[in-house]
Each structure stands twice: as structure tokens, then as C-alpha cells.
């Protein structure tokens, strides 16, 4: 497999923190001074951060400073037409222009590809932007990053890392144009290794919203790279700790160094 | 008639057998390790496989080195927006671009014509993607493969192949554009037959949705040759069966040696 | 009045065949062998046959030979979104490219314009599209014939063919860019001759469903060359008929040589 | 104020006769010849029509014999989808291409901007037309004439010349884009007056539906121009009178020599 | 931070009257005579004049006698289809062309970000508008200002200048592209202070309708000043009141000088 910068790692994994949460909530619980956030998870020494073309281009030197690459977010996606709020059902716009996300720079561009949605419209749009987005990229270099999540209010929640529905939205996203794939992880190595092998382009994990522990995140992570996984985009698991730069420390030991959770987290 | 490439063998039929359900359903049953299933409908030697075009991109290698063409699938079907569920209506998305299509070297280009539907913003789009792909092959040697099927909830599962129905759409399909036509078939020869020959441009037939026996779809395609058609796109038929190799070799008799279902096939 | 080709006949009338009726109705009675019907046509001597860009491309060659011009309709109408179904209102696609159209060197390029549609916004773009394909012609030599119809649920049938509404839309037809009108003949010399007076562009007739007997379509389009009429462009009430040569011969001494219907048929 | 070609009179102002009826009504009454009117009117030695271009393409030789200028009209107004009919709501159509109107070398082109509708979308695309086709004619020299009217159902008829909405809807035109007004009289100098000087833009007046004497409409004409009025742009109390000549050269004693109604007509 | 000619002051901040509610409001009380308005305005000696482009184009000569810079707006926001008036929900139009907005030659685009409606499309639009004037204006060196109001009818008035939903909604503006923010003031320092340090582009306030008095109005001005804000973008609160050019010269003082209200207005 030909493997895009954002991966050529010594590992050949790829420890993204994601801080692109100011386009979908705004100023956020955890994250109201961007800089400081910003500054706190670099400290753990990311590979990348996922942000907003926007926050690149006001902090790019920062990020530039703490050696990070950039992977740009293209859409935006809110769940409320009121800033921050969630009222159920998402608004997604596809909103960035290639050449903006190009002028950044970036080790990949990544969007979402919502499923489960009332609005069949929106999903046709949502659909043909992958599509379109992946032959926007085709030949930069630069990978297209699909994020398949089953957001839609058809989509009951407790069903939204289900293996079944991990497995098929994979392999539409791929087939539509992802050159590599943000999943849920599924919960286990078991059903997660599967999907990881039946796929042709490279699977790094996302977060979703901080539920549980540090461990218990720092587990999934485990199993993920042990089901092959290439390494994480997790955000509000990160940030929203009370010390984001230990627990970017904490996952660099299991993604780049195949350390256990209990040989880097106090439980 | 001039001809296609796709159509110049030997018997002037085609074999292809269709691996693009990935854009419909994600990962399904008998389809979730993508090279296995292809490389076992590889291995009865079709003349082509009928795949999408991030499919084409990341499978091309397994294709080309078992000297099979690739046509390629330029819109995304699915049955709801959530991951290969089947809700009782088409979601239908002109997905890919022509030069993306054209990038992977296609034998032949393959959208749908859906009749029937509720929506008919949606119906008077779709009929506007043939002529629009109609116009952008032109010129290019690539012919569009239009696929007239009724699928709308105002038509009755039981007349999807209704000898009237097949001759109207089909006749539609061509005035839009189509260089090639993928039609369902009627179920004999005293009515295919004439549709077939009322037709400008070469028919091909579909499979659809696997239901009956193995010589059950054999016998159809054999009364589809027999009717003058110039050859197969059958997916779920073959790699839904516990041998897919042996099914398209089977298959390959009818279609290029004109032999009988009874000489290719053990029932 | 400097004309178009389509009128330079010895008699500067014009008669053309509508065989365009696979677009809206697929393969239909009368109609199921394109190339017999076209031929049976062919064989009476219209000037032109009236037909969808692919059919022009697919028969072409048949219709050079018969030495007969080409006008093509650049729009699909359809009654349902079930095939050649009649569902009580109208679909209507603006299908064909110009540059398509310009290809197949037409005499002429033909669009409705439904009046009465309960879809404004329909209405809108097909109003547009008049305006458009005007100017996509303008320059070009090849003039635009719009057929301004009351096809929409709004007007009652008995009055798609009243003075009144022929008039107004006829006006509304050639101000939105017409260069040439196929209007509804409104029964009488009486009432479309001031129709045909206070129009600055040619206008013919159409045929509208065949419901009556042959002498009377004869009667009808004697009475619209006696109000000016430039000729017709009529389709069922010649191929549903059991003899459509001889139809068109006789429509040709009416048309070109100013016959009476007694003169050309025996009812 | 510098000033268009339509306003470099002696006077300094333009009779401009509207004659763009055919667009919205169809063939109507007291304009069923085209010809007839438009001869019957360029007899009074207006300075302009004010036509559809198509209209203006069909009689421009009419036109230039008679030395008059063309303000053309791009957009279309229709008040049913039936033809020439009224159901209470326009149904409005950017229709013409400025590379059109501009080939009939206009003195003007106008546009309606319509307040009122319940259909706020339509409201939207008419404002955005405004905007745009200011921009497209920005620096051609040719003004942009745009005739904000109150025509939607949420304005009560005897709104639509009140002072305080044609004062804000005059505002809003040019801010809009417009470079000259066509506005409802208000019906006294006093009220009018204030409008015309707060204006940074020429005024004329529309006519309105004819609906009292001429009399009545002339002294509409002489109050408009002595509260600063440049013009006006009149047509169905012009052409739906008994007498069209005579009208257009009282009008011209009013708005070039500076006559009352009762200098230039017999009540 | 680098920054733009608007705010290269002495003081480093900037006083832009807003003048541009012709667009919105046509006509309105205080602001009928265009040019009287603009000239006592411009006799405070603002910075710079918030205004509509054509309203830039009309007076542009005042504008630059006065040596007052001009901050452009891009968007039309109307509350009703009816000029002037406000039936509880924006209608809102991207308006105007970014050729036209640079020809004015502005030191800044203008454009809302309305947050709040129930039209989720309307808000999907105006959010890709954002991105894409962003975009527009890239590499220019013409600021975007963005404007994130709670206009929407889901946020009740009262919560229009909560610090946390004008938090939220100024990081969603520049992450969406904003370069310089126009925000409601939250009322007092201690709320306002810490919004202004967490955004990485210079933020100025906005007036809102004139409610209270000019001292009130002038002491938000200082407190927004102490929290760090570099100027003001306020309109109504100015000419509404009776003396504007005395307002402006008192917001100077409060702005460019750090003087207090007490210093600078009688109450």
C-alpha cells in the first residue's frame, strides 16, 4: 500500500488530535481560548492536529512551531442553527474551497459522510461532495479523509459503532472516494479487525463526544491499533481532560510504540 | 452496427459479471472481502467486471492481471440513507465525474434510468444525467450503458419485468442517450425477442436481486442470447452462489460458445 | 420575411412528420419498430421528420437517403414517471445539449411550452429555457420552433385548442424567442387566420393525439393553409394510421400544392 | 448628474411608451396586431418603446424607420401559468441573456422588483437579479431600469402608490443596483416630490393598469413631472385608447415643453 | 497581529458609522434624505462609512471629501417581502458581486452570519457565503467583517447579547472565515473582555436598534473599548438621534482618545 506523509511515520501510525470542534460549537467547555487548548495538546507532541482551514491560517505558526502537520477540515457540520446548541439533527454545509485547504498545506482533508438522516437531499449532497472532494484531490498527494457516521436521527444511538453498520458505511465511504477512513471504533478487536482488513485504504479511529475514562479511551485505542488500525482523530477525549498533554503522551506510546494502556496511563 | 470495444470477442457477446454493489450496500453478504470476491469472479475468466471507479482505482492491479476489462458505475443507488438498508425508495446520486470515469480506462460506462418513482424532481434528474453522460461520452469510444429498471414504488414489484414495460423503457432509455442497454429480461424469447430487435444499440441483461437456482438465472441468460442479446452485467447471481468461478465459466458457455444451460450446468 | 431552409420549398411550405414520440412514450402502438414506422413515413416524401437527437444519430443514415431534413426536439415530456403511463401531468426534462443538437445538422430544433401547470416553478424553467435555447440558436441559421401547448391541469381540455388561449400563447411564444410557432390549429379559418396574420414568425400546425378520421386531420390542416399556415409538423395522425405513406402524400398536395382534401383523399 | 442617451433630450426627459405587454398578457386586447399598435403609437413620435427583445428583433426595422430609441425588457412577468390570465400571484422569470438585450442596442433595460410576495424564495432570486444585471450592464453606458412595484398579496391594492412604500421601495431599488427608477406616482406633488429629490438616480413614472380617463392619466403625468420627474414609461393608458397618436403627443407637450393637460387636451 | 488599513489608526482602532440600512429598510425615519444623513455623519469625522456598494457608487464624491474611508456591505437582509417592514423573520440575499464590492475600493466586506432561524437552508447558504466571500477576498488585502447575530426566531430577543451565545457565535465567524468580527456587546466588561481576547481577528461592536440613550449607548462603546475591542461598526444610535455629527465626534473621543463618556457627552 502506498502510504500518503500523514503515515510515514517510523510506526507507520499517525496520532491526530482533533481541535476542529469551534466550527460545529463554537466557543466549547474546554476549548474557549483556542491558543491555549491549541498549545496544551501540542505539548504532547501530536503528529497532527485536525482543525479548520481558518484556525490554520490564524495559528499556523503556533502549530508550525510545535512541529505538527495539519489535516484541514472542508465541511462544517452543526446540530442546531443556534450557535452550540444541539437540536437533534444535523446542518451540514460543505463549505471550504479546495484551493483554500490546498494553501494550508495539509497532510489530509477531511469530511464527514453523515448517514441515517430524515433529509434525503441533504445525504445526495453530502454524498457528491465526498465524491467530488476526492477528485478535487486526486493526484495533490494530499489523502481525502471520509469520516462514515450514522449521526441521523434513523439511526437509533446505541447502534452507531455497531459492527454491521461500521462495516457497510466503510465501505461506502471508500467506494465513494476516501483514501483513508475515520471509523467508530466498534468496541473490540474482534469486529473491529475485520473491517480494518476488508479495507484498501488505511482506517484511523475517531473519538465521538468524551463519555468515560482516559483508560477506557485509551483502551479503544489499543484495540484498535491491534485490529490494524493506523492510528486515531480524537478530539474532546483529549481536551476536555484536565491534561491533554499527558494523555497525547499517553496514546503516542500505543500508537507509535505498541505500549499497553497500563504501561502508559494511571488508572 | 459499429461496435464496441466490449463487444469485439470472438462470439461478439460479453461476459460481465458485476462487482459494484459496494456503492449500494457497503459490505454485504458474500461481498465484504472486496479482492476475494473479485478475485474469485476473476478466476471464471469474464470479459469484464463492472465495478466503481475508487474500486477500479484500488483493485486495478487483481483486474489487470486477469486481463479483464473494467466498466465502470457513474451514480450511487441506495434504498436509504442509512448503510445498505432498504427503506422502500431510491436515493439516487450522479456521483462520479466523467473524467474520473474515463481516468480508469472503462470499456463502457453504466448509469440507471429509474422508473416509477414518487419523487419526480428525482426522475427528471436522472433522465437528465443520461442525456448529460450521453454527451460528455460522445466522441470518446466509451460507450454509456444505460440500465432502465422500474424500481419506483408506482410500479408493482411484478411488472418490473413485464414484457410492456421492459419495451417502453428500453425504447425511453436510447432516445435519452444509451449506447448500450442493460435491460431486465422478460422471461422468454417470444417477448424479448422483439425488443431486442427494435433496439438500435446493443442489449445486455441484468440479474438483480438473487432468487431462484443457479440454472434458473442460466436458463435466462441462455434465452437472452437465444433472443439476441449480446451478452450479461449479473452480479448477486453469481458471487451470492457457493462457487462464483464456476458459475461465470458456465456462463461464459452460453454467452461465447452458445451451448445450453444443460451442457454448462449440473442442476 | 427572410426564412429558414426548413421553408424553402418550391411552395415555401413545409411538411414534416413528428416521429419524436419515443422520447415522451417510449416504444408505443404503431411505433415499436422505429426503423419500419420511420421508413413508412420516409416513403410518402415529407420534408422533414421531426425526432430526438439519438434517434437522428441512429438512423441517420436511413433518413439521408430518403433525402429528407432533420428537426429534433431538444426537450422530453413525459406523463409519468412510469413508462409511456399518462398520469395527468406533465414531466418535463430540458434534455439535449445544443451542441448535440447542432450536430445532427437540423433543419429546425423544437421545445414545448406548457401553459395551465399547477408547478410554477416548472412553468419558470421551461419558460426559461425557451429564452435560452433562443439565444443558444441565434446566429446559428438554425431556427427555434416552440409548440406552445395547454397541456396543464389548469386549462380544460375542450379549451386547449380555443382561439383565445391559441393566440395568447402563440404571442407569448415568439416575445420568449421563437423563431418559428407549432401551434394548436383552432378548427377554423375564421379564428387562426388573424392568429397567423399578427404573428412576425412562421407558424405550422400540430396533430395533437390521433382521434378523428384521416379526411378530417386533412380538413384541418387544409383550413390552416388557407389562414397562412407554412405547413405542420404532425405525427400520429399519420403513423397510427394503417397506410402512413399514403397520408403523407396527400398532406404533401395540400401542403405544396394547394390541393383540396377531395382532391388527395377518398373518405 | 451625468446622464444616459435616454435622458440627453432637449428637455431632459424621455416619453417612453411601453409596448412589452405580449410578454405577460399574450396577445391582449388593443394590441392583438403587434404591428398596428406599435405603428400606431411610434406616430406620436415617442422617444422610445419599451419592448421584449425578441419584439424589439421582429419590429426593430418599424422602430428605426421611426427614429425611436428601445428600452428593453429582460425578465418576465406572467400572473398565472395559464396564458394571459390573472390568479393573484406573479410568476416571475429572469428570462433574457444581457448579451441579447444588449445586441438590440438599447437606450435602457428594465426589470421589475416586486414586494409583497408570500413566496419570499421567488422574492430573493428577484432581488439577486437586480443586483446582477446592475452589475452586468455597469459600465456598457446602458442604464439599468428597474420598477419597484407592490404587486404581491401581503400589499392591499390601495397600498401600492401610498408615499411611505413608494418611498421605501424606490430606496431600496437603487440601492439594489438601479440607475434609474420606474415608479408608482403617488398620485400628488407633494408626495412625490420628496421621493424624486431624495433620490441620487433619474425617476420616470409607470402607467398602471388603464383605469380612469386620459385626462386623468395626463394630469398624473404633469404632477410627476413637476415634482422632478425625468419621464415616463406608459403604455395600456396609451395604446388601449381610441386615439394612440393623439395620446403620445399630448404626453410629449406635457413632459418636453413644460404644457398642462389642459394646453395639450380636450377633456 | 497584522492588520488591515482600516484599523491603522493613530489609536489603532476605528469609528465606522453604519449607513447601509437603505438596503434593509428603504426609506426610514432619520434617514430619508440620503445625502443630508450621510453629510452630518461625515461631519463627525468617522473613520469610515458602512454602506451598500451602489450607495458607495451614488456618493462616492461626499464620501471622499470628507476623507471617510468606506467598509462595503456584500448581503441584503430584509424582514419582510414588504419594503420596509418586519414581519418577524430575515430574508436573506447574497447580493452583490465581489468585482463590484473591490471596485468601491473598501477597506472592508460586510456580511451577517444570522444565527437562530428556522430555515435551515437559508443558514446553510448564508454560512457557504461566508466561506466563499472569505475566499473571494483572500490574498486582497480587504478585510471580510462578519456579523454573528441571533436574528433567528429560535433565540428569544432577551438572549441576543448573551456572552455565551455571542462567544460561540463570534469563534464560529472566524472559523468560518471572518477576518475582523462585528459583535453585540454583552453589556459589561467582565463578559466581553474574555470574548475579545479568545478571538484571534480585532473585533468591533455593533449599535442594534436605538433603544436607550446616546450616553448609554456611548458608555457600551466604553466598555467595549476597555475589553479590548478596536472600534465600532453602530448606525441607528448615531442618526437617529438629533445632532449625529456631535455623536460621531463624542464616539472619537471615546474611541481614538480613551477618553470616558462623562468626558465626552452631557447627559
Redesign the interface.
Known sequence: MSDYDLLETASGNALVTAIDH??A????EGF????ATLRAVLDGGPDAVLV?P??AR??GGVIAEADADVVVTAD?V?N?????FDDGQD???????P??LLDVDPAGVKIVLV??????EM??RN??YV??M??AL?GTGVPLVVE?V?W?G??PAELETHP??V??????A?????DVLKLPYTGDVETFE??V??S??PVMILGGPKSGSTAAMLSNVEGAIASGARGIMIGRSIWKTEDPTSVVRALDGIIHEGKSVDDVWDA
Chains 1, 2, 3, 4, 5 share one sequence.
Open positions: 469551534g466550527l460549537l463554537g466557543a466549547t474557549r481560548d483556542p491558543e479548520g481558518h484556525f490564524r495559528y462544517i452543526t442546531s442553527t443556534r450557535p452550540g446542518v451540514w454545509t460543505p463549505a471550504f474551497d484551493e483554500l448517514f441515517g438522516r430524515d433529509d434525503r445525504f445526495v454524498l457528491s465524491a467530488e476526492a477528485e486526486r462514515p450514522m441521523g434513523r439511526v454491521e453498520y462495516a457497510r458505511a466503510a465501505r461506502m471508500w467506494e465513494y472516494g476516501a475485520p473491517i482488513e476488508h484498501p485504504v
